[in-house]
């Protein structure tokens, strides 16, 4: 029924082992290294790369884009090519996105024929089938529902995650599943030939995107950029940093609503800090230093858990004993804006302990600068208000 993840068994290249520089290529939601088309397409791409560079190229192959981005915080690449998340992660660790490919990916909810459910509300406690964790179909899914305040583990009866992205139509042909999430015109294609119906769509994104080291050669770049703009089996665009870091954005965004908090925005925040409430950061001690906003106290969140509204805060650690000791005491917490998850943790966690007026400021740090309002750099303060 499906394609083999086979076993890469060859090089997509073969240079000498003095390469300077060094190519990733990770592979897309429906892509599978063991194929031989597949493998001619990026061995073809390569040699473009390498003619354009001017200097032997060597070629890292990742299945699991998690694995890619975590690699490429250590720069063990130059450049990589891959799902629009993992150039979107990669902004932070200093790679800037120069392309992204012309076909893009919508994830969408579907039902079996006969099924009574209109939208994702009507899902509720359902079996779902979801496409791999790390997957761009599987990210764009899972952004809507953090995006709604929806936690798929506790809002459905079972969430199942598929390596394969057809394995999740698949079960609904055999009534595994009562809702599967796939891509949109592999789902389309499935309700026309099955019955059935789409009740949901997410945002769209580019399917892949190219990144380079900031500080590969900028005449190299452009040359390699030209180059693949004129390759035949991807079909790229130039790309920008903003549109990737929108991306980014809406992959990894918080709720915009939080249970037992306010939400406020930068203008709202700003009018209670002035009125006296304190006002607590829970980002690392560096990006605390770097700046932010003044009167600030310094209470760092430990994150492990996942970056979901049901998250497991057992593995995480804050400072509950430095938030005010009178618990119906009004305070403000922020962290790195809408991606950042540690101040909705923390408001969470508070919430849980009994404090009764958290005012959660989602946007954040880059919010308050956004907007033009003063900052403070320094050290954090030894002691935190009570």
């Known amino acids: 029924m499906f394609k083999l993840l086979l076993p890469l068994y060859f090089a997509a290249v073969s240079f000498p082992a003095s390469a300077q520089l060094t190519l990733a290529i990770v592979r897309g939601d429906n892509e599978y290294l063991g194929d031989l088309e597949t493998h001619k397409k990026y061995d073809r791409l390569s ?38 998340q993992v150039a979107a992660n990669l902004i932070k660790f ?67 995650y598929q390596p394969v992205s057809e394995a999740t139509l698949y079960g609904l042909n055999i009534g595994r599943y009562d809702v599967a999430v796939a891509d949109a015109d592999m789902a389309q294609a499935w309700v026309k030939k099955n019955g059935g119906k789409i009740i949901a769509k997410t945002s769209t994104s580019p399917s892949k995107a190219f990144s380079v080291k900031e500080t590969l050669n900028p005449s190299q770049a452009d040359k390699i950029k030209n180059a693949m703009l004129n390759h035949d089996s991807i079909r790229f665009a130039s790309a920008e940093k903003s549109e990737f870091k929108k991306i980014g954005s809406m992959l990894n965004t918080t709720p915009t609503v939080l249970p037992g ?54 593995s995480d650690s804050f400072e509950l004993d430095k938030l005010p000791q009178d618990k119906k005491t ?20 508070a919430a849980k302990n009994g404090w ?27 002691t935190a208000s009570k």
């Open 47 to 84: 040699q473009i790369i390498q003619d354009a560079a001017g200097e032997p190229v060597k070629v890292k192959f990742y299945r699991d884009a998690f694995f890619a981005i975590k690699r490429g915080k250590t720069g063990e690449f130059d450049m990589v090519l891959g799902p629009s």
């Open 94 to 160: 200093k790679y800037s996105p120069l392309l992204k490919s012309v076909d893009l990916v919508t994830a969408v909810y579907v039902t079996p024929p006969g099924s009574g459910t209109g939208s994702l509300q009507d899902a509720r406690g359902m079996k779902v089938g979801m496409p791999h964790y790390e997957s761009l179909t599987g990210g764009l899914a899972r952004a809507q529902l953090n995006e709604m305040g929806i936690s798929g583990k506790k809002y459905f009866a079972e969430l199942h």
């Open 261 to 314: 908090a306010r939400v406020v925005q930068a203008a709202q925040a700003k009018i209670l800090i002035g009125q006296g409430i304190p006002v607590y950061d829970v980002r690392m001690k560096e990006e605390f230093q770097d700046g932010h906003i003044p009167g600030a106290i310094h209470v760092p969140y430990n994150e492990s858990s996942a970056k979901e509204p049901e998250f497991d805060g057992s």
């Open 330 to 349: 009004a305070l403000i917490m922020y962290c790195d804006g809408t991606t950042c998850w540690k101040s909705y943790k923390s408001a969470i966690m």
């Open 356 to 382: 009764k007026n958290i005012i959660w400021f989602r946007g954040g740090f880059p919010e308050w600068k956004a907007a033009g309002y003063s900052v403070e750099s320094g050290k954090p303060n030894k």
